[in-house]
């Protein structure tokens, strides 16, 4: 989210300060979109199904882990089509919420329902440097084309080694956003739902900082060891872009939590399997962020400490695929400076998510998935006021939902011809069920609406090239 706030006397926050933080965060959580880089798909000489699930991104095979692992060095060296390290990617939706939306979509420019988007478009730098060197580097034009800013980017030096019999790679990372460089895909930045409408509104919640920093809103330096293929040992630390990169970069003023005092450590441990047709993945993370809030014109500091646990099962059999991703984040957060400023009634505050989705493709062309998404936290009647949609009327973050998705892949499976190589097309057609919504069933904001009324109809076609 870029823009969110700007400089003014510190004091005390005016209401609409607090709808604009929710509404912005809402969209914060909502427009989270994964790539696909053909790229290095001419790179390897690999068609895109070697490396994705249902052969579209952000889910990733174990040979998707290890190229991402190795610093996507790798080469098909002498392969039949030029390559060249530059992808485009379009994204396009149409969303249709159960109930109009007047006054409460967090794109003001839209209708208060049916509505046609052009939600991203977005161009890769990638591939290989040398044989210890690649990396990605995403440039993304604002929904409105009002704006050209940095996204997703991951920037690697590794080798690869013995120690002991025990084959070892380690690497350095350069990355703009915590799990955007996590090798399995399966933690928030790239949590499903891989794609989601930017229009309908969305569940309000304070932030969890390890995706809130995310988007190039910092900067992070991490180490990695890959030991036999199974253990995986991440950790670094991160750190808030000056302002004038800030800006540089096209992200707006200042970033929206405000700025990483010192820096925020990055711990992630992973272990693997793959047997037979099954693969397996098991992991943790925690991440600390302490935010200074003085540039967001709150003085003090606010603290968050994110953690969590996620897990990847894939099967394959022929033309059968299935995949299950899970991850479970808690987040203890001392809001000092919210507190003070009158933006929170409680200084410390809680809050955890769950996530689960289960895949099933065939021919990696059809797919569908079924999902389960919920967010419980600390009720606080300042945090999450009663709002028109995206307030709460008891003060509640609670939401859950179902999501039920079909998608169809029809490129990505050989590399025999140009088209079917360098070109994929994902066309899905998802449907979220909200079970819970700001804390309600019916009446859930203090104005009327019900947690039904916010379902989605969201239909997308994803390009990339």
Not at 87 to 99: C, Q, Y
Not at 299 to 322: I, K, M, R, V
């Amino acid at each position: 989210m870029r823009g969110l706030f700007s400089r003014h006397s510190p004091g005390k926050w005016p209401a609409k300060w607090l709808w604009g933080l929710v509404a912005a965060l809402t969209v914060l959580f909502s427009v989270d979109r994964a790539e696909a880089v053909p790229a290095f798909a001419r790179q390897t000489d690999q068609p895109c199904t070697s490396c994705h699930i249902g052969a579209f991104g952000p889910q990733l095979t174990p040979f998707g882990i290890a190229f991402k692992m190795g610093g996507y060095t790798l080469t098909a060296g002498d392969t039949p089509y030029p390559y060249i390290p530059i992808s485009a990617m379009a994204f396009a939706s149409f969303n249709n919420t159960a109930d109009p939306v007047e006054g409460g979509s967090p794109a003001n420019d839209y209708r208060a329902n049916n509505n046609f988007n052009l939600d991203q478009i977005s161009l890769f730098l990638a591939g290989r440097l040398s044989d210890y060197a690649g990396g990605m580097i995403q440039i993304t034009a604002a929904q409105d084309g009002s704006s050209v800013a940095l996204d997703d980017s991951d920037l690697r030096l590794t080798h690869e080694f013995s120690i002991s019999s025990q084959d070892v790679r380690i690497g350095l990372d350069l990355n703009d956003g915590p799990t955007v460089q996590d090798p399995y895909n399966t933690l928030y930045h790239y949590a499903y739902p891989y794609a989601s409408s930017a229009v309908s509104p969305g569940p309000v919640t304070a932030p969890f900082a390890i995706q809130a920093l995310g988007g190039a809103n910092t900067i992070g330096l991490t180490n990695y060891w890959w030991i036999n293929q199974t253990w995986y040992i991440e950790g670094g630390a991160y750190k808030s872009l000056s302002p004038t990169w800030f800006s540089a970069l096209g992200e707006g003023s200042v970033p929206s939590l405000g700025e990483v005092e010192g820096g925020a450590p990055y711990l992630r441990v992973a272990y693997q399997k793959q047997w037979g047709n099954n693969f397996l993945e098991v992991g943790g993370v925690a991440f600390y962020a302490p935010m200074a809030a003085n540039v967001i014109a709150m003085p003090g500091t606010n603290t968050y400490l994110d953690y969590g646990l996620d897990a990847n099962y894939q099967y394959s059999n022929g033309n059968h695929l299935f995949a299950i991703d899970t991850n479970i984040l808690q987040q203890q957060a001392q809001l000092d400076a919210m507190h003070n400023a009158g933006l929170a009634d409680k200084s410390y505050n809680e809050m955890e998510n769950f996530r689960i989705a289960a895949d099933y493709y065939y021919k990696n062309t059809y797919g569908f998935t079924m999902a389960y998404n919920g967010i419980w936290g600390t009720s606080d009647k300042t945090l999450y006021a009663p709002a028109s949609v995206v307030g709460s009327a008891n003060g509640s973050p609670n939401t859950q939902s179902l999501i039920w998705e079909a998608d169809w892949v029809p490129f990505g499976k050989s590399a025999d011809t140009v088209w079917d190589f360098e070109k994929n097309l994902k066309v899905g057609l998802q449907y979220t069920d909200y079970l819970e919504f700001n804390g309600g069933t019916n009446n859930f904001d203090g104005f009327g609406h019900n947690a039904s009324g916010m379902n989605t109809l969201y239909l997308y076609v994803w390009m990339a090239f």
